[in-house]
């Protein structure tokens, strides 16, 4: 995608909305595994955050980093991590989103921490970790964002989990928008959308991409080769804004919830396609008992 194009796509992610339009922008992406959740470990969502400002110099220096190379694009699962090209390559591009003034943010969740609690019920169809890592990724924004500012998510294009992202987006959006009455007057950054962008069509997801690689092997082994090759991400000081759901919060939540029975596997395929189709909706439910706790 031509830098130009880059450009207009910025111009339409923060033009939107007309009457309302974002001061920030957050780019993300989410390191799953091959099946598109984890289902009993860690879930990390993260990437960049920015004003318009700042996501034009990106776009202008990330294509910088590619000069040389045979690449134009980067996808960490395209990678051998047997070359010295690759290794360099990694290392120009590492700095650059730092260095044009975005800052790394993640939000995180530890599916073994509830998976007791929903596994085989009707509960577990909207409990996968990336959609519930929704919850402390936004938590994470607030710590970034002025509070009389607004903000949009752009992801990623997930297929299979997309639509249970959106429903949880929609759940917390509505929660943050009735305040229980002591804390209405209480200013907070106002999410005002999301989108997603289509794998390839843009570069505008490839820092998010190389930022939650590099996290995820991290965690598995600090020393491989992998996670020191993908270093160069975390910048000079390696400063990340992140949170995590803790375990109690998240038991909670999910002990809020209707109590649902165990399913056998054909029940729960048909609740999934009445779910997707819009015959049914466990989230109005969910929202009478205030389970993210407005205190």
């Not at 990678?79 to 591009?93: G, N, Y």
């Not at 975005?102 to 939000?107: E, F, K, Q, S």
């Not at 390696?238 to 998240?250: A, N, V």
């Amino acid at each position: 995608m031509p830098n130009c194009a880059q450009n207009q796509a910025l111009a339409a992610i923060f033009g939107s909305p007309h009457d309302n339009p974002p001061r920030w922008v957050v780019m993300f992406t989410a390191y799953l595994d091959e099946c598109g959740q984890e289902r009993r470990g860690i879930v990390r969502v993260g990437g960049f955050i920015g004003r318009d400002t700042e996501w034009g110099r990106f776009a202008a220096e990330w294509p910088k980093g590619f000069e040389g190379s045979q690449r134009k694009s980067l996808h960490m699962a395209n990678l051998k991590f047997k070359h010295e090209t690759e290794k360099s390559l990694l290392a120009k591009l590492g700095p650059i989103p730092e260095s044009c003034g975005l800052r790394r943010i993640v939000g995180s969740v530890d599916v073994s921490d509830y998976h007791d609690l929903v596994e085989g019920t009707m509960g577990e169809v909207h409990a996968q970790g990336y959609a519930v890592a929704m919850w402390p990724l936004i938590e994470a924004i607030k710590d970034v964002i002025p509070s009389s500012e607004s903000y949009k998510l752009v992801f990623e294009e997930q297929q299979a989990l997309g639509f249970y992202r959106n429903k949880w987006l929609e759940f917390i959006a509505y929660v943050q928008s009735h305040p229980p009455v002591g804390k209405r007057l209480v200013k907070r950054p106002k999410l005002i959308g999301w989108e997603t962008i289509v794998k390839g069509e843009s570069f505008l997801c490839e820092a998010a991409d190389y930022l939650c690689y590099h996290l995820a092997h991290k965690a598995d082994d600090p020393n491989s080769l992998r996670t020191l090759w993908t270093a160069p991400i975390m910048g000079d000081g390696g400063s990340i804004w992140k949170r995590h759901l803790s375990r109690e919060r998240i038991r909670g939540y999910f002990n809020e919830l209707p109590k649902l029975g165990k399913e056998s596997p054909v029940g729960l395929a048909r609740w999934k396609k009445e779910l997707r189709t819009g015959g049914v909706d466990p989230w109005l439910k969910v929202l009478e008992n205030d389970p993210l706790g407005r205190e």
